[in-house]
């Protein structure tokens, strides 16, 4: 038996029509250095428009793909909603990656238009003679005649371009599973991958952020969006606000601790999405100089493990909560989203807060053991996570057709590469990438369990734990430690200080004092980059006995 149902599609553009309609009062700031330029969603609907007509008179056709190589601001916001809603495809380019791979991911994805900020044309003109497919750049908040084309190449000025269209545009009815975007893995662990939302799972997605389970934003929010919109699909940031009418605060290039607390005090955002390394940086600059933060209802934080010593400081001393959640590019990225159930207090919130978080009803979550066998749901076995859903990614996209790796994919679940537990009720806690565990006399230490503990004592800033080789044990976990500004303290005193919190055979015997810890394109711990370091012996090794 059929449904009554009407078989509206869930495509981008009514997210697009509602917001500038009934929420368009609401608005997306860019910070400017000292205040903010400011566009309601009634006026980035119009801009939309105008995009989308440009965009159609160069061309663009739907399911063409369009980059973006810009900061997170208020023209960014109206390319990830204009292009899907035209048809054609959104890529935001990860302006952080290497170079070669930067050009990769372009030509991958046969990018033909790419929209530039002006701020990042000197770095955008060396990858662009790399770029096979691109026949026309658009530059924002720039000198457009700043940037030499190569040949086939045409430059445009946003701001002229959009002057010379119409406010109106009539956006297509498209099909919902056809492609909204493309996101690539920043390359963490490996070669870059793409990934093609569908505007069905970017709708979808997005109901589950705004969902109080979810991040829970509402129209009366305002959404800090630290996070790059070229990460992980930008955690749905963009979609949610204009679903939710949430103002959105875009930080455009001024990410440093300083800047985002100043635009924190100047426009009291309720709410603030980053990674552990950008909140890390805030949390010392507000004890070099406090501010109150409490106009921040919740701070969503996520892309790799929180140290729960961050969490504590930011509840205890600041009154802010930090709300952990994981992720993947290839999960539109929210997965898990760890709210405590209702009844657990004291310690056993923190418990689940220090969680990677529940499930939703979204998505599907089994353990896979190394013998290959599906692992319990009692929050002791392990095994590596996988997962299924209308917002994961079923392949990995390729010019030739998409491609569905038998080390990636698994009986149709996505292999995460993560190593975790689930409990009962269904709140994850991951162990480690699978990459990352060390395996030493042929039982595992987790490298993130150790790296939380250290950054606990109170003269270390940031610690990395990676396997190394050893004769006896095959692998032993070294610890990479950053001392806090001003800080002394000896490895004796850090694996004591480990002491009771590990088995006698997991604390580390190996240890090294290194300025930073490298981080990857967004801000990740790059333990390939560490382990290559200590391969060439540039880490100088102290070994406890
Ligand atoms: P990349 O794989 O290149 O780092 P992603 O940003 O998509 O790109 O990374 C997803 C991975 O980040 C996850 O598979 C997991 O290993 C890690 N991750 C994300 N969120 C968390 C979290 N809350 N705790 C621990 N690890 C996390």
Redesign the pocket.
């Known amino acids: 038996m059929l449904s009554t149902m009407q078989d509206e599609q869930l495509s981008l553009a009514t997210l697009l029509r509602y917001a500038s309609t009934f929420q368009g009062d609401s608005h997306v700031s860019t910070w400017t250095g000292d205040g903010v330029r400011t566009q309601t969603y009634r006026e980035v609907g119009e801009d939309a428009a105008r995009l989308a007509n440009a965009l159609y008179g160069l061309g663009i056709r739907v399911g063409d793909r369009v980059g973006t190589f810009m900061w997170n601001n208020n023209e960014h916001m109206v390319a990830y909603i204009a292009v899907p809603a035209m048809g054609a495809v959104l890529h935001a380019l990860n302006i952080r990656l290497f170079p070669e791979q930067l050009v990769f991911v372009a030509n991958h994805a046969e990018d033909q238009v790419v929209i530039v900020d002006g701020s990042l044309l000197p770095m955008f003109a060396q990858y662009l003679p790399g770029m096979k497919t691109v026949r026309h750049v658009i530059v924002a908040n720039g000198d457009a005649s700043a940037l030499t084309a190569p040949a086939g190449v045409t430059v445009h000025s946003y701001a002229e371009l959009l002057a010379a269209q119409s406010d109106t545009y009539d956006f297509p009815v498209i099909d919902e599973r056809s492609a909204a975007g493309m996101c690539y ?6 070669d ?1 991958k793409g990934v093609v939302y569908s505007h069905r799972s970017n709708w979808l997605h997005a109901m589950q952020v705004i969902s109080p389970n979810g991040m829970g934003f509402t129209a009366r929010d305002n959404v800090l969006a630290i996070v790059p919109l070229f ?2 699909n930008a955690w749905g940031i963009p979609y949610a606000t204009l679903m939710s009418g949430a103002n959105v605060l875009m930080p455009d290039r001024f990410l440093q601790p300083q800047p985002l607390l100043q635009m924190m005090a100047d426009q009291k955002p309720t709410f603030a999405a980053a990674v552990p390394t950008i909140w890390g940086g805030v949390l010392a600059g507000l004890q070099a100089n406090p501010q109150d933060i409490t106009h921040l209802r919740t701070c969503v ?6 140290p729960p010593a961050m969490m504590r400081a930011f509840q205890d001393q600041y009154g802010v909560k930090l709300l ?8 539109s ?1 929210l ?1 898990s989203v760890a709210h405590p159930p209702v009844g657990a207090e004291g310690e056993a919130e923190w418990a689940y807060r220090y969680t ?2 529940r499930f939703p009803a979204g998505v599907q979550a089994r353990l896979v053991g190394e013998d290959g066998t599906i692992q319990p749901n009692d929050g002791v076995a392990w095994g590596e996570l996988e997962v299924k859903g209308p917002w994961i990614t079923g392949a990995y996209y390729s010019p030739s057709g998409s491609a569905v790796d038998a080390d990636k994919f698994h009986d149709g679940w996505l292999r ?3 190593v975790g537990k689930i409990s009962p009720n269904g709140y994850l806690t ?1 162990v480690d ?1 699978s990459k990352d565990v060390i395996k030493s006399g042929g039982e595992w230490i987790s490298s ?1 369990d150790l790296e939380n503990a250290i950054v606990g004592h109170p003269a270390v800033a940031e610690a990395a734990v990676i396997g190394i080789p050893d004769p006896k044990w095959d692998e032993r976990p070294l610890v990479a430690i950053v001392l806090a500004e001003g800080a002394d303290a000896k490895p004796e005193e850090l694996r004591d200080f480990l002491a009771d919190k590990f088995a006698k055979w997991q604390l580390p015997e190996y240890w090294t004092f290194i300025e930073e810890v490298p981080k ?1 394109s ?1 801000g ?1 711990f790059d333990k390939k980059r560490l382990r290559a370091q200590h391969a060439d012996g540039s880490l100088t090794v102290i070994t406890l006995s």
């Open positions: 893995t920043s390359g963490t662990t490996g870059p990460h992980a934080v996520g892309g790799s493990a929180v952990h959640a994981w992720g993947m590019t290839e999960t990225p997965g990677q978080g995460t590469g993560d991951l990438r993130v990857t967004v990740k």
